[in-house]
């Protein structure tokens, strides 16, 4: 077993009032899971300790697992990914493009495309999110469009601001994967993930609703003010009994542990202690570029409240997979070209780097996302991760 020292002293050096309340993280290699730990508080103004099995909002690193999903029907023929997704998700055929405002209100055309699975798992059907588009931002307030997080179907009633194919943009496109996932498979997105992903992978704490037993390991989210200081902010379940859908792009609850179990799966080629999620040449197609000559990015912020300005790994050139940004280049802090990776709102990451045959998740529950102080901290995470691993 590896001196993993060097991880565990990154996260203590990272906690403090006014730096990051707690973190949880996992590291697994080749030969398996080498790290699962924490340091901190589960919050602010709570006593008790940040675990390694504390229960995170993972928000949009739901993503990937929704991919997984999608991919998995596409090993069965129910969906393909450059089919017109219209034709498995209605809806995807009446979308149109949003090119303004006039004094009726927005105006739209018809896209010059359909969009398809593919432009969906990639970010490049044209679909935004208001946190980072001023456009979309204005048409959700316009119209009134509920949050994606209140589980009401009339929140995925939005526009394209770009024609499918033209142009990475980050936005509402795996809500609308796991639409398709449940009309392609006849299963909420919940019943799915747990019957085809999450229990045949041992993901005890991976769900997408809240449950009592978690009460004393559900960590508290905070927001950084202006003056740096933290506050911790209510972040209610959804209401179970008036939800309409399980969002594809974000909504999931796990642990460190839970979702590196997922990451060691894609790691071993789609299988992780006898069971088999995806195919081999699955999980290798999905972690090529699927962008062509498209860049990921950067995002600007229209809600500063939710998230800073996003350039994650900046200068360095950045591709999108089927559901995973990938780097071109690799890092200062050890990950290798051609790495996998996301993240969530509350500053939740991780990483999955096959050719170092290295997976990481690191989580926290901070706000805004790309929160300055949490970032130094993932990247001194990761180099103490690489430490440990090339002396192992």
Do not use: C
């Amino acid at each position: 077993m590896p001196d993993i020292g060097p991880i565990q002293r990154a996260l203590e050096a990272a906690i403090g009032p006014d730096k990051i309340p707690g973190i949880a993280a996992a590291v697994a290699t080749r030969d398996g899971v080498i790290f699962e730990g924490a340091a901190g508080r589960i919050s602010v103004d709570q006593p008790a300790p940040m675990t390694a099995d504390s229960v995170f909002r993972i928000a949009s690193m739901t993503k990937a697992i929704t991919g997984a999903a999608a991919m998995q029907l596409v090993e069965q023929g129910k969906l393909a990914l450059d089919q017109p997704a219209k034709e498995i998700l209605p809806l995807l055929g009446k979308v149109q493009v949003l090119t303004g405002f006039d004094a009726s209100g927005p105006t739209m055309r018809r896209p010059r495309t359909d969009v398809t699975l593919r432009h969906l798992l990639t970010h490049t059907a044209g679909f935004a999110y208001d946190i980072w588009n001023a456009d979309i931002a204005r048409y959700a307030k316009e119209k009134d469009v509920p949050a994606m997080r209140t589980g009401k179907l009339a929140a995925l009633n939005v526009p394209l601001v770009r024609d499918p194919g033209e142009r990475w943009e980050y936005g509402v496109n795996i809500e609308m994967v796991g639409r398709m996932v449940e009309a392609a498979s006849g299963l909420n997105l919940e019943t799915y993930l747990q019957k085809h992903i999450l229990m045949p992978l041992g993901m005890r704490d991976t769900s997408y609703i809240a449950r009592a037993s978690w009460e004393s390991r559900l960590t508290g989210v905070h927001a950084r003010k202006a003056d740096g200081k933290l506050e911790p902010i209510a972040s209610p379940p959804v209401d179970e009994t008036t939800r309409e859908f399980f969002p594809g792009g974000g909504g999931l609850y796990s642990t460190a542990p839970d979702y590196l179990r997922f990451l060691r799966a894609l790691l071993s080629g789609g299988e992780l202690d006898g069971a088999r999620i995806l195919k081999s040449e699955t999980v290798a197609l999905m972690g090529g570029n699927h962008m062509g000559a498209l860049n990921v990015e950067p995002l600007p912020t229209f809600n500063p409240a939710l998230s800073n300005p996003v350039d994650l790994m900046p200068g360095v050139v950045k591709k999108w997979g089927l559901t995973f940004l990938i780097n071109t280049e690799a890092t200062p802090a050890g990950r290798s070209a051609g790495s996998l990776a996301w993240a969530g709102l509350n500053n939740t990451y991780y990483w999955l780097d096959p050719s170092a045959k290295v997976a990481a998740v690191f989580m926290t529950q901070v706000l805004p996302f790309a929160d300055t102080t949490v970032l130094e901290a993932l990247d001194a995470f990761e180099s103490a991760v690489y430490q440990v691993v090339r002396k192992a």
